[in-house]
């Protein structure tokens, strides 16, 4: 389907396939923060949604030379109908990690602030009110603009960069299993495809899945982002599988993926097709929403965004999948909170 990598695709014709369809809407009260965040931790603890960390641009943007602000700042909504709480704060102001949710609590790993990126690895719990926080154990490297998802009691975590100046995107992946008495990180194979970052990461099927991202191209003068369109499977015992390529190239979209008995999707993201755009005249990203489905390894559309949303989890609450906060178009965050529900046949 395509070559291996590609800088963008456009005009590519969809496989097809029976259609499923899926949306998303504004359903949930918005974060309470006037600019939203890019890059926080996100995860479901004791029944409650919790949101913390991330960057945004609080006074000028980029191309007017703002100042990019992390934040260490935790949220808290107990229940769909309710108010955000101001819960606590992170160890320090950090974003663009990867979080999950496991057995009542948000696991936090990796990150970056203003000067550097992190290793550290840490638990968020919501419990009677009160905000809990216990360390785990750290990456065996910094890492930060990475993706990860839960199979199982297992956490696995792949790509991203190692320091703000790295020339080269990450090739390794880790696996950590959450529920071993003393947990700890254990390098698997790279995956064949190459360092990337800013990729979306997926739990199916009993595999860990990797999509998409990018990787960087230093030339004479500046580095440019490779976009990729490449997707592949891990399983433990029997290593990586590369299974069909996207359509087009996805960046940044919504990660974790949320996933379903029909497969698992990826929710816009970067297409690489308004690299170049002036940032005030820019689109907003891709509205399509993907599915991969198994049974026939084809991508197929299925669905529409109202508002996309790039860097930024997607964690499962309520039977929904709720994606808070995030990134607009570059430089530009929103506080609103939309909830992706699952498709339907039709």
């Not at 663009?96 to 949710?101: A, E, I, K, L, P």
């Not at 790993?109 to 750290?138: C, M, Q």
């Not at 998802?149 to 100046?165: I, M, N, S, W």
């Not at 998409?212 to 891990?234: P, T």
Request: with cysteine; glycine share 12%; hydrophobic share 40%.
């Amino acid at each position: 389907m395509g070559t291996f990598r590609r800088w963008f695709i456009s005009n590519f014709l969809l496989l097809s396939v029976p259609l499923v369809v899926a949306g998303e809407r504004k359903a949930l009260p918005p974060l309470p923060d006037k600019q939203g965040f890019a890059g926080p931790f996100a995860g479901v603890s004791n029944g409650a949604l919790v949101v913390a960390g991330g960057a945004n641009f609080p006074d000028k943007k980029p191309w007017e030379k703002g100042k990019k602000v992390w934040y260490d700042s935790i949220f808290v909504l107990e229940r769909p109908d309710g108010e955000w709480k101001s819960a606590g704060k992170l160890p320090r102001s950090l974003g663009y990690g990867v979080s999950v949710t496991h057995t009542g609590g948000v696991v936090c790993v990796g990150g970056s602030d203003a000067d550097r990126h992190y290793a550290d690895a840490f638990r968020l719990e919501w419990k009677a009110g009160k905000l809990i926080t216990t360390k785990l154990p750290s990456l065996p490297k910094p890492l930060a603009n990475g993706c990860g998802a839960l199979v199982g009691d297992v956490l696995y975590v792949a790509g991203g960069q190692e320091t703000p100046e790295s020339k080269d995107t990450v090739k390794t992946a880790w696996r950590i299993d959450l529920s071993a008495k003393e947990p700890k990180w254990k390098e698997i194979e790279a995956c064949p495809g190459g360092g990337r970052m800013l990729s979306v990461a997926a739990s199916f099927d009993g595999a860990f899945w990797l999509v998409g991202g990018f990787e960087l191209v230093f030339g004479k003068r500046e580095k440019m982002r490779h976009y990729l369109d490449d997707a592949y499977r891990y399983d433990p015992g029997k290593g990586w599988k590369r299974v069909a390529d996207l359509p087009y190239p996805v960046v940044a979209a919504p990660s974790p993926a949320p996933a379903d008995a029909l497969g698992f999707y990826v929710l816009g993201g970067d297409d690489g097709s308004q690299v170049g755009v002036d940032p005030e005249k820019h689109r907003g990203f891709s509205k399509k929403v993907l599915r991969y489905d198994i049974k026939s390894n084809k991508w197929v559309e299925a669905g529409g965004l109202s508002a996309p949303r790039v860097t930024v989890p997607c964690v499962p609450w309520n039977r929904a999948w709720v994606v808070p906060s995030g990134e607009v178009r570059p430089g530009v965050r929103t506080p609103d909170v939309t909830i992706f529900t699952p498709a339907k046949k039709e």
